[in-house]
């Protein structure tokens, strides 16, 4: 059990590029921290740090309140599991689990049988003790791995994308296992994803990286409604939130396809005439005819071109083509590049009730609130109504659920 | 189906083409002498005897050679081995300035002529004291063997995945209880293909086994075998010489058969996914 405090930690490697640039970081005893991010924008070598198998270039790494830096790995007493699980293939299930405690040395051979067997039973392992891993499925080398770590009293977990060896159905299902175990442990847990979805349900907070730099630390909620910026904003959430160009003139917000009465917090942060790019999730959209009255009054309508729709069964996607000026489509590609993704022509995505009618090729009639626009600055990508009234909740402390 | 059969009869035949001199070998070394000088020659023997394996091994030659084939191809193997273990390991882990020359020298060194350096080490041997002696036989093996080694054992260590390092180290092992523990039992393969490779060519080398020798106190068998002569000036050596050969080729077979499935590399299957 410790707590972790990364203080302005920098990697840079041989060419001068930081890998890792200026992050600091507060994990508390018990957490479950997330380190998320498109690839290569340094998390794994973060966690490399805390574990120690990346030398730290600047900056100071703190575990339970020693300073770490300069420790060989065997000292911190941490646990880690590789993306690949790195067992030893030489080595039965057991043998594997036992591994660190025979390392200790302090055990006898009676004690690390119990050990290995109470993690085992911890795993539902017990039956595969006597092979050896490569007789083994992927979830059950994933779980062997996860009893290696266990087995002994290590200060923290890290874990680097775990799951993303597995299938998609197993994959959900460790996720789950994996909440469970650190929930009964309670033991400081670091874990590298670039899935949104493990990032989302699993940690306490997440810590959003982009080319070695932080960008956001916050409960998956805040990080939801609350982004920072437009790289936040973009990488958190399925489908991603769109961003639309617009314009605030004459106390209206323009859209390509519709016409806003402005927002007192958005005339507040933004000049008449000043381009904006604005940022809706899918999920604020409904189709005008299934909203409820209730809400209906809150909210603008305004009539769309769909280009196609996607019906999943217990959702729908339409899709609708807007044109963006130049520039800001530029920037809009380039965000989309460094999200991982790809845009090819700037649309609207738009999440439906499944029971709407929408046609493809047809003309349509959205509803929108607009208290759940955010507005961000084209040139910093800072979110510039963040914090203000919108529909989410009061941010969440960032403590133990 | 049919290109299956064509493929086993190629097969065949190249397995009898290879075995030819093997059986021949064979079958000379059970042949009384006579058979030899005889006017009708035929590939089986007219009477089987063992009469040339006792006659060999009455002969202190051949005796004396056979221990000093033995222990000169296993210790040069042993050191060998050990040396390029270290060596490989390092150059496929650890960075440090001149790797890449180090790499291309040991195999400059793989490519020099022996025969060139035979004259020059003849003359420093005596020179030294060494000559005709284990370790003048074994230094120069050492020099061939290593290069060999350390290029295929660092094939080997490459093969296997760094993060089974990395693990050990946060499972709070030393680098050393890293290496011992997770990094050999793994390249084993790779160990022993070499150590057997090595041993071959120790033990197969004629050139520096008839150069840097001239009596029985470190003469190997291959070289052994030019001094063979009949039991009387009329009699033909030749079946002495390939009893003596079968009974050096059999350790190469046998050894071969054994590490058959040690050879083979796939004692890594598991480790990571796959």
Not at chain 1, 343 to 350: D, F, G, S
Request: hydrophobic content about 45%; proline content about 6%; glycine content about 6%.
């Amino acid at each position: 059990m410790a707590e972790i405090t990364i203080k302005n930690v920098f990697k840079r490697y041989g060419d001068g590029f930081p890998a890792v640039n200026d992050v600091s970081l507060d994990i508390a005893d018990g957490e479950f921290m997330i380190l998320v991010g498109p690839s290569g924008c340094g998390k794994s070598t973060l966690l490399r740090m805390i574990v120690g198998l990346e030398d730290i270039s600047s900056g100071d790494m703190i575990i339970g309140g020693k300073r770490v830096n300069d420790k060989a790995p065997r000292d911190r007493n941490l646990a880690m599991v590789f993306q690949n699980y790195a067992l030893y293939p030489h080595l039965s299930v057991f043998e594997n689990i036992a591994f660190p405690l025979r390392l200790q040395g302090k055990h006898s051979n009676e004690e690390i049988r119990k050990l290995v067997n109470d993690a085992a039973d911890t795993l539902e392992l017990q039956e595969h003790l006597e092979r050896k891993p490569s007789q083994l499925s992927g979830g059950q080398r994933q779980r062997v791995a996860m009893g290696r770590a266990i087995v002994r009293q290590a200060d923290a977990f890290l874990f680097d994308e775990p799951l993303s060896n597995l299938d998609a159905k197993l994959r959900g299902q460790m996720r789950t296992e994996i909440l469970r175990l650190q929930r009964r442990l309670g033991v400081t847990t670091v874990y590298v994803t670039h899935d949104q979805t493990e990032a989302m349900t699993l940690g306490d907070r997440v810590a959003v990286l982009k080319k070695g730099v932080l960008q956001q630390v916050a409960s998956p909620r805040e990080l939801y409604e609350q982004p920072v910026n437009l790289f936040v904003a973009g990488f958190i959430g399925s489908p991603p939130m769109n961003f639309i160009p617009a314009v605030l003139r004459d106390g209206r917000l323009e859209l390509p396809f519709a016409s806003i009465p402005a927002r007192p917090e958005w005339t507040n942060v933004a000049g008449e005439g000043q381009l904006l790019i604005t940022g809706i999730r899918p999920g604020s959209f409904e189709d005008a005819s299934l909203v409820d009255p209730g809400k209906a009054g809150r909210g603008i309508t305004f009539d769309v071109t769909v280009d196609v729709t996607e019906w999943l069964g217990n959702e729908q996607y339409a899709f609708v083509p807007y044109e963006a000026p130049t520039d800001i489509a530029a920037q809009l590609a380039e965000l989309a590049h460094e999200l991982d993704s790809e845009q090819m022509r700037t649309q609207l995505c738009v999440s439906l009730d499944p029971m709407s009618r929408v046609p493809a090729g047809g003309t349509a009639t959205l509803w929108l609130d607009p208290s759940r626009i955010h507005l961000f600055d084209p040139k910093s990508g800072e979110n510039l109504t963040r914090g203000s009234a919108m529909a989410s909740s009061e941010p969440v402390a960032s403590s133990n659920r | 189906m049919k290109q299956s059969r064509w493929w086993t009869i190629a097969g065949v035949a190249i397995v009898v083409y290879s075995f030819f001199p093997l059986l021949w070998m064979i079958s000379l070394s059970l042949k009384p002498p006579s058979d030899i000088v005889s006017g009708e020659p035929q590939f089986l023997p007219t009477s089987w005897s063992f009469e040339n394996f006792t006659q060999v091994f009455s002969e202190p030659l051949f005796t004396r050679a056979l221990i000093n084939s033995i222990g000169i191809s296993l210790i040069a193997t042993l050191l060998s081995v050990i040396v390029a273990m270290f060596a490989a390991y390092a150059i496929a882990r650890l960075d440090f300035p001149g790797k890449k020359v180090l790499l291309s020298l040991a195999l400059g060194i793989a490519m020099f002529p022996q025969a060139a350096l035979v004259g020059p080490l003849f003359n420093m041997w005596r020179n030294i004291g060494i000559y005709d002696t284990w370790i003048g036989l074994i230094i120069p093996y050492l020099t061939f063997a290593l290069p060999l080694s350390i290029w295929t054992m660092s094939a080997f260590f490459r093969q296997i995945p760094w993060e089974m390092e990395q693990a050990a180290q946060v499972d709070g092992a030393t680098s050393w209880q890293a290496f011992r523990k997770v990094i050999v039992p793994l390249a084993a393969p790779g160990v022993f293909t070499t150590a057997i490779l090595t041993f071959f060519f120790c033990w197969n080398d004629f050139l520096f086994a008839i150069s840097l020798t001239s009596t029985n106190n470190a003469r190997t068998v291959p070289a052994a075998l030019a001094f063979f002569q009949g039991a009387s000036m009329f009699e033909s050596a030749v079946p002495y010489v390939m009893a003596a050969s079968v009974v050096v080729t059999i350790p190469v077979v046998i050894l071969v058969l054994a590490f058959q499935r040690r050879i083979v590399a796939g004692l890594t299957a598991g480790a990571v996914k796959g």
